[in-house]
T-cell receptor, first 114, second 116 residues
Framework: EAQVTQNPRYLITVTGKKLTVTCSQN?????MSWYRQDPGLGLRQIYY???????DKGDVPEGYKVSRKEKRNFPLILESPSPNQTSLYFC?????????????FGPGTRLTVL | AQTVTQSQPEMSVQEAETVTLSCTYD???????LFWYKQPPSRQMILVIR??????QNATENRFSVNFQKAAKSFSLKISDSQLGDAAMYFC?????????????FGTGTLLAVQP
């Protein structure tokens, strides 16, 4: 089954404690992306990757890091989380070969930073 | 920069009735894609319908259809014969085809309630 998985689904942490949210896809997609969803703001792109070792900032990259060492994985790293990073996070992937390809979304990770 | 606006934060419809959700966008591009995504309480993002800007014909998927007005930069979603399972947050999204990324630009969402 084609899918994007994220872990953990829920996370409560404290300010300053480094954390990683994992994202993995099994569709051999080149493109992967992270979004955050906040009430009244919709979804906003944090970082994206066009392929292995190719990453770039989205619209709200401050406080986040990513890496793309393998095609299937695209972890999101918060090295020093702050309360304003409390949000719902989505990973997404798609092929870059055909622009009409659907973006597949993961199930979301609800992060609370105290 | 492109923007997407959903001016209806909340909508309500009676079961079996029809409802239209509004979306407007701003772009200087001539070719792009528009999407409607559904987000039920499970939080999963589900693609409802897609429209290519170069196509004049409005997209339709079963009970879901769009009214795409390119000149007016309007992209509304019509849900016919509403069902309880249609209750969800709906997001309108834009994607450029000229850029180097597959980035989606989302509106702020419309929360749809379906009354039995």
């Amino acid at each position: 089954e084609a899918q994007v998985t994220q872990n953990p689904r829920y996370l409560i942490t404290v300010t300053g404690k480094k954390l990683t949210v994992t994202c993995s896809q099994n569709m051999n997609h080149e493109y992967m992306s992270w979004y955050r969803q906040d009430p009244g703001l919709g979804l906003r792109q944090i970082y994206y990757s066009m392929n292995v070792e190719v990453t770039d900032k989205g619209d709200v990259p401050e406080g986040y890091k990513v890496s793309r060492k393998e095609k299937r994985n695209f972890p999101l790293i918060l090295e020093s989380p702050s309360p304003n990073q409390t949000s719902l996070y989505f990973c997404a992937s798609s092929s870059t070969r055909r622009f009409t390809d659907t973006q597949y979304f993961g199930p979301g990770t609800r992060l609370t930073v105290l | 920069a492109q923007t997407v606006t959903q001016s209806q934060p909340e909508m309500s419809v009676q079961e079996a009735e029809t409802v239209t959700l509004s979306c407007t966008y701003d772009t200087s591009e001539s070719d792009y894609y528009l999407f409607w995504y559904k987000q039920p309480p499970s939080r999963q993002m589900i693609l409802v319908i897609r429209q290519e800007a170069y196509k004049q014909q409005n997209a339709t998927e079963n009970r879901f259809s769009v009214n795409f007005q390119k000149a007016a930069k309007s992209f509304s979603l019509k849900i016919s014969d509403s069902q309880l399972g249609d209750a969800a947050m709906y997001f309108c999204a834009y994607r450029s085809i000229s850029g180097a990324t597959n980035k989606l630009i989302f509106g702020t969402g419309t929360l749809l309630a379906v009354q039995p």
